[in-house]
């Protein structure tokens, strides 16, 4: 067993299969605050009663760092014990009827650096809440499946605070003696405690009203702190799209008279969906031309969408416990992702979306699903809940969503949305329940007939890898594909079961570039895709009266969170990167011709740059993509941009990060200086956009406007030309949107030019009042490519500049997680001084914030499967952080995955 403790005692491994109903139900909570950053007063008055369906119990609320000043049941005293954080009730009345508990307690909001329960951010007091942050607000029951009516009573200094805020709506205010004020609120939904939010503070805010399609009335606001206010229209019109969306594509109305979303800088997370006031990052709220770029405007408004459809999705249905969060995150990732698609004007657009959306579900899911932290979408057990807010279960959780929807059609994933309402709407419930429902409404699908198989996805985990191989008979005219799946051992599941994998494919012809027609033996659909439902081992497919030889087009759309193994010639990709009707297997076909040749250079003797060849074809390939007379420029840019370190890291058995880095690089220069002439033709022709607005046409051309600078000056670089630094500095000073700006500074520093430092000195000093931008000053320093090992001494610099603040977790993760998370070329070093500096760092955090420690901490999740002398540091590494006595649970679990 592993001796873990923290202030709520000894940590122990929680099991999804020791899940019992709670003993009680709590049907009504008052909650009244005196607001006091050194200590604030909290009066919980609850009603209480048995829940007759399970045994009589002893009553457990969970409370952590508060200070218990008073237990009275029915008014009156009793005793109670505490055990294990827990405070107990025993003697408590007999029988079904309703009794009061009344707990009252103070915290130190100001002392509060792990910012989960009641916390000061810039004198401003918030909540965060999920997973387990309301028992450090007051004793409770601290669980999800336990749904309570809240009313909160505010009060505060006036002065201080003027704005008052929780769940629901406003009943009454008004002003006490001593210059204080208050504020009722009633939430008319009911709600597990992890939505419950307070907010108050000096704020200021931009509202609407709207009407929605039903007639009703809606207030719309988004608070911010005085002077961002320039910042808060691109949020707002977020949220409008978000509810306009839901009702047209789910029939899901705004369900509350007011909507709040609430900005602050001090956030561990994204944003929280807290009941009708929604608690952000200021990251996703905050965006002008200025200040932020086309990827921040995008991020907003699918941070502000995903929370918003957590409404219904999280918060109308909730999870009966925790095991069961790819529930409610799994399937509002998955709608976040399409209202940014619906939200696309062209078919090009939705492609590039769902392009993105897979490069982040290969570059951190993938190698997630690989590593000690492997875990399924439903997990069987944790010891640290906040652990398991992963890329699995939510990026792995929304595929398997997708392709619930792939198997049932959109209309009928319409349909089992619906018949989810009907069936569990107010209620906790699991993820069998959400799949049974999206079966049950589509009886005749291949889900509801496969239902039992198809749930391993929630059950195994691992990332199954799908072998093709191919025959052609061109007397017959058939061609067979060959299918066998395979899933490797993660911790815990040595051997798993196969899934059922829906596979889009397509042929192309491989002389005539055609889309070829699908026929399939004893099916009469013939059309350029289809559709084969995987289930065994091992399974084949064949088309007829295939005229000529085929590429096949596998996994079109990506229609499984698999790897496809085939063994692809160069022609073949070439022929997919020219012709393939699928963007995302086209642009498949590029990443792979550059895998190949990546593999293949990582794989030979010679070092350095010159040892990479010609790669002719390739270039050409990708001249003709740059070139290509109707793609669009969004396209490009994803086509022309390699493959990251961690994702051919993620293709190799053993890593040598160094390798990776320098032949990456010299494939970087290498499109750079024989694509010269194109770059400079990319820029002139998408530079110059007009009136800045961040739609995905002009981001587009930003994006490929950006990345021929970066070549350009790449290029440069090796040629000693002066011009496209030049030109990149002059950009970088005239450009009047941030995209552009950090494009041109981007491209400087990562050419490691010399007008990089004036530009960098120019930059801070422009933006030094914006906090959001100095983390893109930090972030683009500690990502910076490394050139001999200048990067770390840069960073440890950057540790003493005024402006950092390692208690800021976005300041934080700029310098510190951007240099060991995102910048393998620097961070892998043969002295081991990367690693170093993150333990310090590991430890330090952890004091401060152990969710945002254990999350540095996972930097080194694939140690093992490092080159030496890489791999002993790393692990020498992890026992350094493993020997300190007292880790805060959240890392020691991580730091004790990686080394077991
Ligand atoms: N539930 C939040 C979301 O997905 C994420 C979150 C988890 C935020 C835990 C804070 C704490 O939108
Ligand atoms: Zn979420």
Redesign the pocket.
Known sequence: MLQLRDSTGPATVVRRADYTAPAFWIDTVHLCFDLDPAKTRVLNKMTLRRNPDVPAAALRLDGDDLNLARVLVNGAGTSFKMDSGQLVLENLPEGNEPFALEIFTTCAPVKNTKLMGLYVSNESFFT?C??E?FRRITYFMDRPDVMASFTVTLRADKEKYPVLLSNGNLTDSGDLDDGRHFATWIDPHKKPCYLFALVAGKLVCREQHIISRSGKEHLLQVYVRPGDMDKTEHAMQSLIKSVIWDEARFGLPLDLERFMIVATSD???????NKGLNIFNTKYVLANQATATDVDFANIES?VG??YF?NWT?NRITCRDWFQLSL??GL?VFRDQEFSMDLCADPSARAVKRIEDVRVLRTAQFPEDAGPMAHPVRPDSYIEI?NF?TVTI?EKGAEVVRMMQTLVGRAGFAKGMTLYFARHDGSAVTCDDFAQAVADANPDSALAKLLPQFKRWYSQAGTPRLAATATYDAEAHTYTLNFAQSCPATPGQESKEPFVIPVSLGLIGAASGAALPLQVHGQSNVGDSHLFVMTQASESITFEKVLEEPVPSILRGFSAPVVVDYAYTDAQLLALLANDPDPFNRWEAGQRLALLIAIKYIASDAGGSSAIGQNDTYISAMRAVLRHPTLDAAFKELVLTLPSETYIADQLEVIDPQRIHAVREAMREQLATALFEDWQWAYAAHSQNGAYQPDTLSSGRRALAGLALNYLCLAARSSGDAIWPGKAYQRFKDADNMTDRFNALNALVQSGHALATPALARFHSLFQFEELVLDKWFALQAGCTDRGGQVLPAVRQLLKHPNFNIRNPNRARSLIFSYCSANPGAFHRADAAGYVFWSEHVLELDAINPQVAARLARALDRWKKLAEPYRHAAQAALQRVAAKADLSNDVREVISRALA
């Open positions: 965060q999920e997973a942050g956030f561990n997370m994204g944003a929280m969906e941070v995903h929370e957590h999280g409610k995150e509002t906040n807010y939510y």
